[in-house]
Every structure is written in structure tokens, then in C-alpha cells.
T-cell receptor, first 112, second 112 residues
Framework: GQQVMQIPQYQHVQEGEDFTTYCNSSTTLSNIQWYKQRPGGHPVFLIQ?????EVKKQKRLTFQFGEAKKNSSLHITATQTTDVGTYFC????????????FGKGTKLSVKP | DVKVTQSSRYLVKRTGEKVFLECVQDMDHENMFWYRQDPGLGLRLIYF???????EKGDIPEGYSVSREKKERFSLILESASTNQTSMYLC???????????FGEGSRLTVL
């Protein structure tokens, strides 16, 4: 079945450094979503990418969807302690009506 | 904003007990989901429902059942709890298929 692989599993950075997490799917995705889960919290939706090659920005966060719609990335510029948490990608296949398949997440820690 | 409420944040049960996890959403969403979250395994879909009285198996339905008698409520049932069902259980809802998910706070279940 479809798999969404996410790397790295953990990332430790110094405050101010950049951070990137990558997702790769075994199949072409109709869209991909990104979620953030703060420590002790629940996943919260960040963004959805739909178009091939799409790039979206939210302040210091940049999201990309690959040309082949099989990979995606989240890049954070100049991390802050408020960025701490686990970032999940979730890909959807089977058309836009299919279920989401979540990656295992990247846990980000930021040292002040 | 959408509110997804899970009845219990923490539960401790004994092996063989029947366990009910309740989830209520207040935004008239069509779709509701139950996930379990385990370290290193990410979020795995147990069951989902696209309509009242409708249910479909997710990726790991064994040992679980669900009930959706009303649109706003989706219950997860463990008929006979086992220690390998110790986990964080997350309920989510979405307006329609292909839309973003709103998660509840989670229910941490420990089975002794």
C-alpha cells in the first residue's frame, strides 16, 4: 500500500539555525498536508499543497510540493524556541477523496 | 473555531475490560476519524466514518470497533482491552473528504 516516508526522525538545532524535514511517497499524491504537534498537544493543521511544484510560505515556514507530486518539504528559517514540536506530513492519494497517510513525523528541538 | 472534544484525557484500565472512548465535534462535520499515536510509529488510522451509522476500517482495525449513532459523536470501543492497546488515541473530524483535519486533545490509555 501507499507509504509516506519522513526524514529525519529527530532534529536538534541551535536557535537561529534553519531546519528542514522531507516527505517522500511511494505513489503520486493528489495533495499533501502538514501538521504541527507541540509537546503534550495534538496535531494542528498548517497547510495543504495541491499543485505540482507548489511553494507556499507562512512567515518563516516554506512548504514545497515536488514536480512529480511524490515529495514535499517544510523548511523553517532561523528557528525559534516556539518552533519546538513534531511536524507531520500527510499525503492523500486515490484522488482528493482518499484518506490521509501520515508520515512518522520529525521531532524538532531548539536549544536557546 | 472547531472544537473536537474527547471525553477522557487519561484512562487506566485492566486487561480484558471493555473501554469506551468518546469524541464529540461541534461544527457539523461529515467525517470523523480515530487514530492511535505511538512513539516512532506516527499516526495510524483505526476507523473512520463519512456519515451517521456508517463506518469503515482503517489501517489497524483489529481489536477495535466504532459507533456513530449521531453526526456529532464518534465512539471507539475496545471490547477486551489488551496491554498492546496502551497508546494515545486521537479523534479528528473534517468538513468533507479531502479537507483538513481537526484533532481532539487526545486520550492516553494505559492497559495494565
Amino acid at each position: 500500500g501507499q507509504q509516506v516516508m519522513q526524514i529525519p526522525q529527530y532534529q536538534h538545532v541551535q536557535e537561529g539555525e534553519d531546519f528542514t524535514t522531507y516527505c517522500n511517497s511511494s505513489t503520486t499524491l493528489s495533495n499533501i498536508q502538514w501538521y504541527k504537534q507541540r509537546p503534550g498537544g495534538h496535531p494542528v493543521f498548517l497547510i495543504q499543497l495541491v499543485k505540482s511544484g507548489e511553494v507556499k510560505k507562512q512567515k518563516r515556514l516554506t512548504f514545497q510540493f515536488g514536480e512529480a507530486k511524490k515529495n514535499s518539504s517544510l523548511h523553517i528559517t532561523a528557528t525559534q524556541t516556539t518552533d519546538v514540536g513534531t511536524y507531520f506530513c500527510a499525503g492523500r492519494d486515490g484522488g482528493s477523496q482518499g484518506n490521509l497517510i501520515f508520515g512518522k513525523g520529525t521531532k524538532l528541538s531548539v536549544k536557546p | 473555531d472547531v472544537k473536537v472534544t474527547q471525553s477522557s484525557r487519561y484512562l487506566v484500565k485492566r486487561t480484558g475490560e471493555k473501554v469506551f472512548l468518546e469524541c464529540v465535534q461541534d461544527m457539523d462535520h461529515e467525517n470523523m476519524f480515530w487514530y492511535r499515536q505511538d512513539p516512532g510509529l506516527g499516526l495510524r488510522l483505526i476507523y473512520f466514518s463519512y456519515d451517521v451509522k456508517m463506518k469503515e476500517k482503517g489501517d489497524i482495525p483489529e481489536g477495535y470497533s466504532v459507533s456513530r449513532e449521531k453526526k456529532e459523536r464518534f465512539s471507539l470501543i475496545l471490547e477486551s482491552a489488551s496491554t498492546n492497546q496502551t497508546s494515545m488515541y486521537l479523534c479528528a473530524s473534517s468538513k468533507n473528504r479531502g479537507w483538513k483535519l481537526f484533532f481532539g486533545e487526545g486520550s492516553r490509555l494505559t492497559v495494565l
